[in-house]
């Protein structure tokens, strides 16, 4: 089946959006908006999210949880990482795309999506947002380690097109993996959702440096993903793993 999307014109953030309607009124459960024109998007820590218009597909599911308990839903933005991976993957083959822990999406170590997801505390509803970069050309990458699908194919696609392709995708493997995860009542072991999280987490044997939510760097060899949705982290110096729950990750070959 295929998911119905609202399309916008222009909007500040698909998330803000998203959430002020949920506010207003309870959302179907994924309710999907899309924009290529997203003037003030929000990213993760804090930090803003910005495309020139067209450039980029913005786009935000409402998730209504049901049996999901309240400190398993923060694993969402993993599972929406993994959707847009395999979704990019598919129209990339050949091209090595994988997820950087938790959930940005990196073709060969640059960023081609970057996921962040918003709780309405009143309702519980759960906003998952997701910026594609789709028809961006390299004078509008926002940082030159970023990359988007029309570099990576060299294909010139319409950029509605592009969107549309990258985001059916997207809205299919999202969909089952929600309802997966929500029969498994947040259970990524049981769901068997963790060992896909692994095999597509290019994080996992890396070198990399983490910069805890306090500000502190730490330096180790990622080991996998625990039942949590933690990265597993061989920490220098330390014998024993180390749990992270949320920190900045750098792959340090990419360095
Ligand atoms: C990141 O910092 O990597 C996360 C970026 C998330 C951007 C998306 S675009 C759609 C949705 N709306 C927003 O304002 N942000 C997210």
């Not at 961006?136 to 950029?159: D, H, R």
């Not at 982290?233 to 024993?240: A, K």
Request: aromatic share 2%.
């Amino acid at each position: 089946m295929t998911t119905p999307v609202e399309w916008i014109e222009r909007v500040e953030s698909t998330n803000v959006e998203l959430v002020r309607r949920e506010r207003i009124a309870p959302q179907p459960h994924f309710t999907v908006l899309a924009t290529l024109d997203q003037t003030s998007g929000r990213g993760r820590l804090g930090r803003t999210w910005s495309a020139a218009p067209g450039a980029a597909l913005a786009v935000s599911v409402l998730v209504r949880p049901e049996s999901i308990p309240p400190d398993r839903l923060g694993l969402l933005t993993l599972l929406a990482g993994l959707a847009a991976r395999d979704s990019v993957a598919a129209l990339l083959p050949g091209r090595p795309v994988s997820v950087k822990w938790p959930n940005d999406v990196l073709v060969a170590g640059r960023k081609i999506v970057g996921v962040l997801a918003e709780v309405e505390p009143r309702t519980g509803a759960v906003v998952v947002g997701a910026g594609i970069n789709t028809a961006m050309t390299q004078a509008q990458l926002p940082v030159p380690t970023a990359t988007s699908l029309a570099i990576e194919s060299g294909e010139q696609a319409e950029p509605r097109e592009l969107a549309d392709r990258v985001l059916t995708g997207f809205l299919a493997r999202l969909a089952d993996l929600v309802e997966r995860f929500e029969a498994a009542r947040g259970d990524i072991d049981a769901s068997g959702i963790r060992a896909e999280l692994e095999a597509a987490c290019g994080t996992l044997g890396e070198r990399v440096s983490v910069q805890l939510p306090g500000g502190t760097r730490i330096a180790g060899t990622a080991l996998g993903i625990g039942p949590d949705g933690s990265l597993s982290l061989r920490v220098d110096g330390s014998e024993h793993p180390t749990a992270i729950l949320a920190g900045d990750v750098t792959h340090l070959r990419y360095q």
